[in-house]
């Protein structure tokens, strides 16, 4: 079992940058494959961003490439998500996500462990 806890969330100005934590109970961590997702109210949740377990590969969603950024340490079972040029539409409670390794697994029913999320809010 892998118990996550996110942090970080809060609220920012459009144009500003937020770096979300996400901290694993487990010290084996380092071997699943790593994601993050959101979910707007009364919405689906959605993939942002996901790491390999070695964090050599990552994969963005269209929507944040080039703003957003996921590394991990796995010295600290932590991965982060680096939140830069928010937009107002970024507004959602974001999730940390895990799984055995498989690279490019982007549906929500792919992964088995979840944290309970952080509110990001971002104002215009």
């Known amino acids: 079992q892998v118990q996550l806890v996110e942090s970080g969330g809060g609220f920012v100005q459009a144009g500003g940058s937020l770096r979300l934590s996400c901290a694993a109970s487990?010290?084996?961590?380092?071997?699943?494959?790593m994601a993050w997702f959101r979910q707007p109210p009364g919405k689906e949740r959605e993939f942002v961003v996901g790491?390999?377990?070695?964090?050599?590969?990552?994969y963005y969603a269209d929507s944040v490439k080039g703003r957003f950024t996921i590394s991990r340490d796995n010295a600290k079972n932590t991965v982060y998500l680096q939140m830069n040029s928010l937009k107002p539409e970024d507004t959602d409670v974001y999730y940390c996500?895990?799984?055995?390794?498989?690279?490019?697994?982007?549906?929500?029913?792919?992964?088995?462990?979840w944290g309970q999320g952080t509110q990001v809010t971002g104002s215009s």
């Open positions: 487990r010290r084996s961590v380092s071997i699943y494959s």
């Open positions: 996500a895990a799984r055995t390794p498989l690279v490019g697994a982007t549906r929500v029913v792919e992964y088995d462990y």
């Open positions: 790491i390999s377990w070695g964090g050599v590969s990552t």
